[in-house]
Antibody
Framework: QVQLQESGPGLVKPSETLSLTCTVS????????WSWIRQPPGKGLEWIGY???????NYNPSLKSRVTISVDTSKNQFSLKLSSVTAADTAVYYC??????????????WGQGTLVTVSS | EIVLTQSPATLSLSPGERATLSCGAS???????LAWYQQKPGLAPRLLIY???SRATGIPDRFSGSGSGTDFTLTISRLEPEDFAVYYC??????????FGQGTKVEIK
């Protein structure tokens, strides 16, 4: 079955750009929405945005000015960049899949998550 | 943006008891497009329920979902030891942003 795996630096300095990649295995990246979701330590879940395999995107307005999500279909990967980070961006970052049909946008499966700490 | 409010924040119950978790929406969730997830410490959330009442693949039938409009419920008929966890609801009924509730922790009494 499809599996997702996040990768990237676990420590980012304030004001710099957080960069993560999600590798999709066991299936094609085509024909689905691929999302990033984050969870600050001890807190709830926040959807960051998604990308379709064609490259179209949709971002949470609360983060839109700082977020870029891109896709590399040749590598079955998609990536997240979050600029100008602060301590408030410290979180476990998950990648997840949802069906690219309106009304079918639950998240399944999820990656295992990766903790990113923003600190100097 | 639809805001989801889950109650209670914490539910203290014993194994074998029935758990009833609530998720209220700030506006109607179209077509009952609501999901429930279970999260255990250190793990990613796991999909339990989608479309308010459909169980995901491999989810035991002691988990059931109900509701429509602005009021939704997740029921665990008889708590097993592995069910003690945090549960989140998520709406996908409107255009993004898709949103989550703040979670309900089901703990052992």
């Amino acid at each position: 079955q499809v599996q997702l795996q996040e990768s990237g630096p676990g420590l980012v300095k304030p004001s710099e750009t957080l960069s993560l990649t999600c590798t999709v295995s066991g299936g094609s990246i085509s024909s689905y929405y691929w999302s990033w979701i984050r969870q600050p330590p001890g807190k709830g879940l926040e959807w960051i945005g998604y990308i379709y395999y064609s490259g179209s995107t949709n971002y949470n307005p609360s983060l839109k000015s700082r977020v870029t999500i891109s896709v590399d279909t040749s590598k079955n990967q998609f990536s997240l960049k979050l600029s100008s980070v602060t301590a408030a961006d410290t979180a476990v970052y998950y990648c997840a899949r949802s069906i690219a049909v309106a009304g079918a946008n639950w998240f399944d499966p999820w990656g295992q998550g990766t903790l990113v700490t923003v600190s100097s | 943006e639809i805001v989801l409010t889950q109650s209670p924040a914490t539910l203290s119950l014993s194994p074998g008891e029935r758990a009833t978790l609530s998720c209220g929406a700030s506006q109607s969730v179209s077509s009952s497009y609501l999901a429930w997830y279970q999260q255990k410490p250190g793990l990613a959330p796991r999909l339990l329920i989608y479309d308010a009442s459909s169980r995901a693949t491999g989810i035991p039938d002691r988990f059931s979902g109900s509701g429509s409009g602005t009021d939704f419920t997740l029921t665990i008929s008889r708590l097993e030891p592995e069910d003690f966890a945090v549960y989140y609801c998520q709406q996908y009924g409107s255009s993004p942003p898709w949103t989550f509730g703040q979670g309900t922790k089901v703990e052992i009494k």
